[in-house]
């Protein structure tokens, strides 16, 4: 899978930009603040819907300008070619795929698929919680359009559950009969999005573990953790849905008194364990790092397993803040047919001997220039 090439129009400080690409490595070169993230922010975009920069999409669009327009033509297995295109404007966003406008964004995410590096990767180890359900959510969703659109059921019926608490918070109703048929129906989106959950982070532990071992010289087993408020280890859907279930009975009263449901998968946490430690408390800033560089490599890989291609890379300005050795580790991925995006100030940061030949692309104030290598 690689983007062949990529339009812009009014996108951040892009006018109009027509590009096309290497199916290896690509190189944006230049100073701070001239355009470099924008070009990988609008891959981004192009692929998950969404930046990794700003929950406004109203950002994205150029000043001045109605609306911002990314088009982008995929080549998957080396030979079918996909045309993606989304338009956003202050109303939303719409997206076509091959000309056709689809109807939900669920149908769209996962036709491209993309792995973004960058310095902020750290707080999804150091962060809070609601910064690890987004990575989870986001990166299974590339992976399972049913995943997606479960989420999106699960947060329309917390939504309505949530307001109907508030309700009956307020004496504005007294039907307890409704709320136990709310709260049977998130019991079954609960289910649904924890067991995929699980589902997921076994198999990413697979990858997460060789990957580790490999990183610390056999010196650390890394382990990821599901965090809830029961222990969901070896659990079947059918139990993961009574234990919800009979929780919302047990807790009504006390979810009334607070006008919030207590309990669900937007409440839950995922761990990083180091030789059973947890990272986020006792790891170090190497260690820390290490952790976030393993989750992001495994990720390449449990994409691969799962749709059978490669993912696209994007390395945001991450080369300078790796030492040698995790650079090594990360670049030498890049190696193996899989088409690769780094933005940086000075080809310093490239180690030659593993980034060979690669597309240098000179960014100056939203203007882009192919150099001859």
């Known amino acids: 899978m690689y983007i062949k090439k990529l339009r812009l129009q009014d996108y951040r400080n892009y006018k109009s930009l027509e590009i096309?690409?290497?199916?290896?490595?690509?190189v944006f070169?230049?100073?701070?603040?001239?355009?470099?993230?924008?070009?990988?922010?609008?891959?981004?975009?192009?692929?998950?819907?969404?930046?990794?920069?700003?929950?406004?999409?109203?950002?994205?669009?150029?000043?001045?300008?109605?609306?911002?327009?990314?088009s982008g033509v995929v080549i998957k297995d080396n030979s079918s070619q996909l045309k993606l295109d989304l338009v956003i404007s202050k109303s939303g966003k719409k997206a076509k795929l091959n000309n056709l406008e689809q109807r939900k964004l669920s149908s769209y995410i996962g036709n491209l698929n993309v792995v973004l590096f960058s310095p902020e990767d750290l707080s999804i180890v150091k962060g809070n919680p609601g910064i690890r359900?987004?990575?989870?959510?986001?990166?299974?969703?590339?992976?399972?359009?049913?995943?997606?659109?479960?989420?999106?059921?699960?947060?329309?019926?917390?939504?309505q559950r949530n307001v109907y608490l508030k309700k009956l918070q307020h004496h504005q109703t007294k039907d307890l009969v409704y709320l136990e048929v709310l709260s049977d129906q998130l019991s079954a989106y609960c289910a649904e999005v924890v067991k995929t959950r699980l589902d997921f982070l076994k198999k990413l532990?697979?990858?997460?573990?060789?990957?580790?071992?490999?990183?610390?010289?056999?010196?650390?087993?890394?382990?990821?953790?599901?965090?809830?408020?029961?222990?969901?280890?070896?659990?079947s859907l059918e139990d993961i849905?009574?234990?919800?279930?009979?929780?919302?009975?047990?807790?009504?009263?006390?979810?009334?008194?607070?006008?919030?449901?207590?309990?669900?998968?937007?409440?839950?946490?995922?761990?990083?364990?180091?030789?059973?430690?947890?990272v986020q408390d006792f790891?170090?800033?190497g260690q820390q790092?290490?952790?976030?560089?393993?989750?992001k490599l495994a990720e390449v890989e449990l994409i691969k397993e799962q749709v059978g291609d490669y993912p696209i890379l994007l390395l945001d300005d991450v080369l300078s803040e790796l030492d040698q050795k995790r650079q090594t580790h990360l670049l030498s991925s890049i190696g193996r047919g899989i088409q690769t995006f780094i933005t940086t100030t000075s080809l310093e940061d490239v180690d030659s001997s593993i980034v060979k030949d690669p597309n240098i692309l000179n960014i100056t104030n939203g203007k882009v220039q192919q150099e001859e290598v």
């Open 283 to 285: 790891g170090s800033q």
């Open 205 to 235: 532990q697979v990858h997460i573990e060789k990957i580790h071992d490999q990183i610390t010289d056999h010196q650390e087993v890394l382990k990821i953790v599901y965090s809830s408020f029961y222990d969901s280890t070896d659990k």
């Open 20 to 26: 096309g690409f290497s199916p290896n490595i690509n």
């Open 133 to 159: 359900r987004k990575f989870i959510d986001m990166e299974f969703g590339q992976i399972s359009s049913q995943y997606l659109k479960t989420v999106s059921q699960f947060r329309q019926v917390l939504k």
């Open 289 to 295: 790092r290490s952790v976030a560089l393993s989750l």
């Open 29 to 70: 070169l230049g100073h701070n603040a001239q355009g470099k993230t924008n070009l990988l922010e609008a891959m981004y975009f192009l692929a998950l819907t969404r930046s990794h920069r700003t929950s406004n999409d109203k950002d994205l669009i150029r000043w001045g300008s109605e609306f911002a327009r990314i």
């Open 241 to 278: 849905y009574g234990i919800y279930k009979q929780t919302f009975k047990d807790n009504y009263q006390k979810e009334i008194q607070r006008g919030v449901t207590l309990f669900g998968p937007h409440r839950d946490d995922i761990k990083f364990l180091i030789n059973d430690k947890n």
